[in-house]
Nanobody, 123 residues
Framework: QAQLVESGGGLVQAGGSLRLSCAAS????????MAWFRRAPGKEREFVAA????????SYTDSVKGRFTISRDNAKNTVSLQMNSLKPEDTAVYYC????????????????WGQGTQVTVSS
């Protein structure tokens, strides 16, 4: 029954912004670390950002630092990814993931995943 569902993806011009949301259901994820991964066409799945269960610690891959912000609202059982100054290389399917304990940079460490939402950045 536990489920993560992403939304907010779409087509945007370079330099634009999108806000992705991940809604959890079936159980509370308030004590889980949450993360965003992405998979670009022809590329391996890549870590993007993560946030601790309390929201006090965050981590980002170097390519998105200063542009993306991960946040969570445990009362609403959601996690978001605010993406600003988008670049064509940000084009990918973005996935929300969750795990007990501290966050990880390795996708296989996360037992819970969303279905993904497409982000396409045009030049």
């Amino acid at each position: 029954q536990a489920q993560l569902v992403e939304s907010g993806g779409g087509l945007v011009q370079a330099g634009g912004s999108l806000r992705l949301s991940c809604a959890a259901s079936g159980r509370t994820f308030s004590t889980y670390a949450m993360a965003w991964f992405r998979r670009a066409p022809g590329k391996e799945r890549e870590f993007v950002a993560a946030i601790s269960w309390s929201g006090g610690i965050t981590s980002y891959t170097d390519s998105v630092k200063g542009r993306f912000t991960i946040s969570r609202d445990n009362a609403k059982n959601t996690v978001s990814l605010q993406m600003n100054s988008l670049k064509p290389e940000d084009t990918a399917v973005y996935y929300c993931a969750a795990k007990l304990g501290g966050y990880s940079y390795i996708g296989s460490a996360y037992p819970y995943w969303g279905q993904g939402t497409q982000v396409t950045v045009s030049s």
